[in-house]
């Protein structure tokens, strides 16, 4: 069966769009890849399949990730998303709780996958300023997070994206 794909996704940094554009590559068939932020010059009713992309914020997807998926309705959809910490973490593994009880509300569930990104560099000024009692003092813990997320996502990140979805989307 074939099918149209939209890859969309919501990047902060540059991080989720390079991943998009590397699953976008895999994918067989009729696609189209386009950022949320230029989403409303596409009908998504023509797709049959969606594949989106966010930045973790606060445990979850992205503000205008969420509200676009909360949007779709009768899709397979998928999902890929970056964050600073360790995707296997127990911070990672909320997330894909999180976000996969989202897309599978009112679609048929694909799947999901997580790599590290590179940490805003904003955003990490702005940890500074936190007062210590707040949910992300800059930690020595957290600044060894935020180093270690600098090299990503990498080649083998790419990789193991393009692998993920070929496996679930080209069957």
């Known amino acids: ?5 939209l890859v969309t996704y919501s990047s902060l940094t540059g ?3 390079m991943v998009a554009g590397r699953i976008y ?6 696609k189209k890849l386009i950022s949320l932020n230029d989403i409303k010059e596409v009908d998504i009713n023509q797709f049959d399949r969606i594949v989106v992309g966010f930045w973790v ?15 779709l309705s009768q899709k397979e959809v ?56 707040l949910v992300h003092p800059l930690t020595p813990e957290r600044l060894k997070r935020i180093e270690d ?4 996502p990498n080649e083998k990140d790419f990789q193991e994206a393009e692998e993920y979805f070929k496996n679930i989307l080209n069957k």
């Open 25 to 30: 590559e895999i994918i067989e068939g009729d």
């Open 78 to 133: 998928a999902y890929f998303g970056t964050l600073g910490a360790d995707p296997y973490s127990e911070h990672g593994e909320k997330v894909r709780e999180r976000v996969t009880a989202l897309c599978s509300e009112k679609n048929g569930f694909l799947g999901g996958f997580l790599c590290r990104g590179k940490i805003d560099p904003k955003l990490v000024e702005k940890m500074g300023k936190f007062p210590l009692k």
């Open 57 to 71: 914020d606060k445990g979850t997807a992205d503000k205008r990730t969420r509200e676009f998926i909360k949007k």
């Open 15 to 17: 991080n989720t769009k």
């Open 149 to 152: 997320a600098k090299p990503h």
């Open 1 to 5: 069966m074939s099918h149209n794909t």
